[in-house]
């Protein structure tokens, strides 16, 4: 390596450890050229042994992943440069660790690649920070979804008292009307206009002789077997009455794993 050579490769150096980024330096060979200090510091790795190593060899093989292989000998050897590649990087000290990799060819005149540089990006956090958002928003939505289930069951249960009221105000009207003073006929006339507004807004689905009760408490089983991390479904294979069958988990919250089958059935 002649004077030349040596000088700018330090002049390199001294550039590429005042970049915060893990930056990385290659030859044609992925033999590591330079590694900046933040590359070292980031990975655990000794910044006096890292030079000459060959890039999959480092850290025990854990650079040797397939994703990163995918880039350096199939994706960058056809495109000068490549941005924001996703890789999931094992490290001896964090364990896991989601990066984006910029790679770019450094080309000499000739058109022969002589290097190879390397920029990374951890963004581990953001991706759990993000996946805890999808999870937000999918709990967020479900219980939207359990919350007009609800105002549902709970009109259901408003139809009774709202005939009622607007039966006796409309007799009130009929049978005493003259009799109440202009103050008790406005309020008697508010009592059952907002009657009638109210009823229209939550209509009944089925007469009440075609199906008794509430409807609310399969709305709530539903709402506690999920909150405990089952899952509750309609067996549709009874002969008659109607059976829902639920799941729990053996320890809950644990993952995904043996499940404990319970099931009533109504007549």
Not at 185 to 203: G, K
């Amino acid at each position: 390596m002649s004077d030349v050579d040596v000088l700018g490769q330090v002049y390199t150096g001294s550039i590429v450890d005042t970049v915060r980024e893990p930056l990385l330096l290659l030859d044609a060979d992925l033999h590591i050229v330079l590694a900046n200090a933040s590359f070292c510091r980031t990975f655990g790795l000794p910044a006096d042994t890292i030079a000459g190593q060959y890039l999959y060899d480092v850290d025990d093989g854990a650079w040797n992943s397939a994703p990163l292989r995918h880039l350096l000998e199939n994706i960058l050897p056809s495109n000068l440069e490549m941005h924001d590649f996703e890789v999931t990087q094992a490290d001896s000290r964090a364990g896991r660790r989601t990066m984006l990799l910029n790679a770019r060819r450094l080309n000499h005149p000739d058109g022969q690649v002589r290097r190879i540089l390397l920029a990374f990006e951890d963004v581990t956090e953001r991706r759990r920070l993000e996946q805890a958002l999808h999870a937000t928003l999918d709990e967020l939505a479900r219980s939207n979804r359990d919350l007009q289930a609800f105002a549902a069951v709970a009109s259901h249960d408003l139809q009774e008292p709202l005939r009622k009221i607007r039966a006796f105000g409309e007799r009130l009207v009929t049978v005493c009307g003259d009799q109440l003073p202009e103050r008790g006929r406005d309020y008697l006339a508010r009592m059952t206009s907002a009657a009638e507004r109210i009823f229209v807004i939550v209509p009944r689905l089925h007469p009440k002789a075609e199906y008794e009760g509430t409807g609310i408490g399969l709305a709530l089983c539903k709402k506690i077997v999920e909150h405990h991390g089952g899952t509750i479904r309609l067996d549709t294979e009874q002969p008659s009455g109607t059976t829902f069958r639920f799941t729990l988990p053996d320890e809950p919250p644990a993952p995904l794993g043996a499940r404990e089958e319970s099931a009533w059935t109504t007549a």
